[in-house]
Nanobody
Framework: VQVVESGGGLVQAGASLTLSCTAS????????IGWFRQAPGKERQFVAA????????HYGDSVKGRFTISRDNAKNTVSLQMNSLKPEDTAVYYC???????????????????WGQGTQVTVSS
């Protein structure tokens, strides 16, 4: 599956932003999907993930309580709602598909594939 991220932008601290992940050719409903982010000079970091049916989600510690991952399989979209944004949330955000369904809930970068090109989120103080 080839995923495409969108929705990034420049916002002030405390603002909200919603990112979207869609698939250009195949349906996302068959995949557990994760969001990761990478700030300049830092390793790619797990943000959140959601099961294929949307019934289970899990989050990285730094975003828990502020970010919400959801999906609408009818619209072939996985969303990341980001509230109370902080300057340290500034990064390129990527979505990816979990290679093996039984690996859920994985936070391991190597367990994910079909990475998109990313969307830039910049939070100013």
């Amino acid at each position: 599956v080839q995923v495409v991220e969108s929705g990034g932008g420049l916002v002030q601290a405390g603002a909200s932003l919603t990112l979207s992940c869609t698939a250009s050719e195949r349906t996302l409903r068959n995949y557990n999907i994760g969001w990761f982010r990478q700030a300049p000079g830092k390793e790619r970091q797990f943000v959140a993930a959601i099961r294929r049916n949307g019934g289970t989600t899990h989050y990285g510690d730094s975003v828990k309580g502020r970010f919400t991952i959801s999906r609408d399989n009818a619209k072939n979209t996985v969303s990341l709602q980001m509230n109370s944004l902080k300057p340290e949330d500034t990064a390129v955000y990527y979505c990816a598909a979990l290679r093996l369904p039984h690996s859920y809930p994985s936070r391991n970068l190597a367990d994910f594939g079909s990475w998109g090109q990313g969307t830039q989120v910049t939070v100013s103080s």
